[in-house]
């Protein structure tokens, strides 16, 4: 065999090589990192439901974006913040004295479901919470407690949390306290 048809067999042998294996690759590398993406939102989704702000905090990139028009809607206030301390601020302050610690003795989100779509991670749970009977002019030590469909999106770009929207099923949360404030 001359040099040049080993050189040619070699040649299209690795070029063949290539084509198979580069989509195999390039799919092992960005599953890869879709699963570290998806890591970071549920550790972060964690940490939201055990209200540790300051957890939260460290994914924030400076200049995260928190908004929930369905909160801004059923609450008449704006529920809209832009930059790290402005939203952990926010967070900080939701039950502020309406607890010791300004922390619920229950809150959770059951993650249900989570996928993710380009830098998007879309995550649909049920938010549980005991809220403060102060809220409704009750001083009882009843305690009241709401669990409500929830759905979270997270932007996520450089490992960090840029944007995060929530939508609430608000309805069902202002019914589940007239019951209980009925009894």
Do not use: C
């Not at 690795?14 to 690759?25: A, D, E, V």
């Not at 460290?58 to 995260?64: A, G, L, V, W």
């Not at 996520?156 to 202002?174: F, L, P, Q």
Request: proline share 3%; net charge neutral; hydrophobic share 35%.
């Amino acid at each position: 065999m001359s040099f040049f048809y080993q050189f040619k067999i070699k040649t299209k042998y690795t070029l063949f090589l290539l084509y198979i294996l580069t989509p195999i690759l390039f799919y092992s590398q960005s599953d890869s990192e879709s699963q570290s993406t998806k890591i970071l939102a549920i550790e972060y989704m964690k940490a939201y439901g055990k209200w540790d702000f300051d957890t939260m905090k460290t994914y924030h990139s400076e200049d995260i974006h928190f908004e929930d028009l369905t909160g801004s809607e059923a609450f008449d206030q704006k529920f809209d913040f832009h930059g790290k301390e402005n939203v952990l601020a926010f967070f900080k302050n939701v039950f502020k004295g309406g607890f010791e610690n300004d922390k619920p003795p229950y809150v959770d989100f059951k993650i249900e479901k989570i996928f993710e779509s380009g830098s998007f991670i879309i995550i649909n749970s049920t938010f549980e919470s005991l809220i403060p009977n102060s809220w409704f002019g009750k001083n009882t030590s009843d305690k009241i407690l709401i669990s409500i469909p929830f759905l979270t999106i997270l932007q996520i770009k450089n490992a960090r949390i840029i944007s995060h929207k929530d939508y609430g099923d608000y309805n069902t949360y202002k019914k589940q306290i007239k019951a209980q404030l009925n009894n």
